[in-house]
């Protein structure tokens, strides 16, 4: 299965940010809000997300893998 992020998200994102940078808001948190609005925006549907974390643990589980430390 394969997850796929829309890159027109990253170009709605940025532009909040660099409107935050310019309001003088703080370069840091400026960024990373445009990075979380372009994320929310364009990333993957929760379903799919779900379903890809879901296939990932069976999988895991299928070929005995206990986690980190084991």
């Given at each position: 299965m394969d997850?796929?992020l829309?890159w027109?998200?990253?170009?709605?994102?940025?532009p909040?940010?660099?409107?935050?940078?310019?309001?003088?808001?703080?370069?840091?948190y400026?960024?990373?809000?445009?990075?979380?609005?372009?994320?929310?925006v364009?990333?993957?549907?929760?379903e799919?997300d779900?379903q890809?974390?879901?296939?990932r643990?069976?999988?895991?589980?299928?070929?005995g893998?206990s986690g980190?430390?084991?």
């Amino acid at each position: 299965m394969d997850i796929t992020l829309s890159w027109w998200a990253a170009l709605l994102g940025l532009p909040l940010a660099i409107i935050l940078i310019l309001r003088k808001r703080n370069t840091t948190y400026a960024r990373m809000s445009g990075a979380i609005v372009g994320c929310l925006v364009g990333g993957p549907s929760p379903e799919a997300d779900c379903q890809h974390r879901c296939s990932r643990l069976s999988e895991r589980h299928k070929h005995g893998y206990s986690g980190p430390g084991s």
